[in-house]
């Protein structure tokens, strides 16, 4: 269990101290939303959310592809979910599996009117919060 601001999740966040603060700064700028990404950020972390895709990591550049959304990795990856915030709203999660612990890596809004965007992070798989 861990917490930023007001909102508790039941796996954890980024360890990165200035990475932690960033997120609790983005919440506080996203708080008329505060409930559903809280519930959205607990729906991931319960396996309760349906994976929009994965973000493979490249061993040449030592680095996760975030432009590429994939069906399946074989190797490290990122899960990448995708939930409806609002008609003009989309939340994109990120989070990594390690040893049967799940960790929030980052979350951000994307305008629905991105189209090329949210190809990239959702490969049109949403989850309703």
């Keep these: ?13 980024v ?4 990475k932690r603060e960033f997120l609790a700064e983005r919440l506080n700028n996203l708080t008329r939303y505060l409930e559903r990404i809280c519930r959205a950020l607990n729906d991931v972390c ?4 349906t994976v929009s895709c994965y973000q493979c990591f ?3 550049n030592k680095a996760y592809n975030t432009a590429v959304c994939e069906d399946s990795c074989k ?7 995708c939930f409806l915030l609002s008609e003009g ?3 994109n999660v990120i989070a990594e599996d390690e040893g049967g612990c799940r960790t929030i890596i980052t979350f951000y809004p994307i305008n629905r009117d991105r189209e090329r965007t949210i190809e990239k992070k959702c490969d049109k798989i949403f989850n309703q919060v």
């Design 58 to 60: 490249d061993e040449v």
């Design 46 to 49: 319960k396996n309760s959310a």
């Design 15 to 18: 360890e990165n101290k200035d």
């Design 89 to 91: 709203l989309i939340l």
């Design 75 to 81: 190797g490290k990856s990122r899960l990448s979910f």
């Design 1 to 13: 269990m861990d917490s930023i601001d007001k909102c508790r999740i039941e796996c954890k966040f």
